[in-house]
């Protein structure tokens, strides 16, 4: 499997909405995209996601069903070295 950091920044205004809708709907992840583990940066709007995948296309269904609830922000995405 391949390592991913992701790297969430979220508009203005959206980090609670987009807290509140994982919490009902949860990450939204495609089959084969696997998460590791998360970071919230103290006080600003953004997050950090460990990631894995043998499939990088998985990130664009995964950023699909994220669009689908409004402009809540991006993700910047980097694949990791051993």
């Excluded at 991913?4 to 992840?29: A, D, I, N, Q, T």
């Amino acid at each position: 499997m391949i390592r991913y950091m992701v790297v969430e920044r979220f508009s203005p205004g959206w980090k609670e909405k987009v807290y509140e809708h994982f919490e009902k709907y949860g990450r939204l992840l495609p089959e084969g995209l696997e998460y590791l583990g998360s970071w919230r940066v103290k006080e600003q709007d953004m997050c950090f996601q460990l990631m894995q995948t043998n499939d990088f296309s998985l990130f664009e269904v995964w950023q699909k069903n994220w669009d689908a609830i409004g402009p809540w922000g991006n993700f910047e995405i980097f694949e990791l070295e051993n």
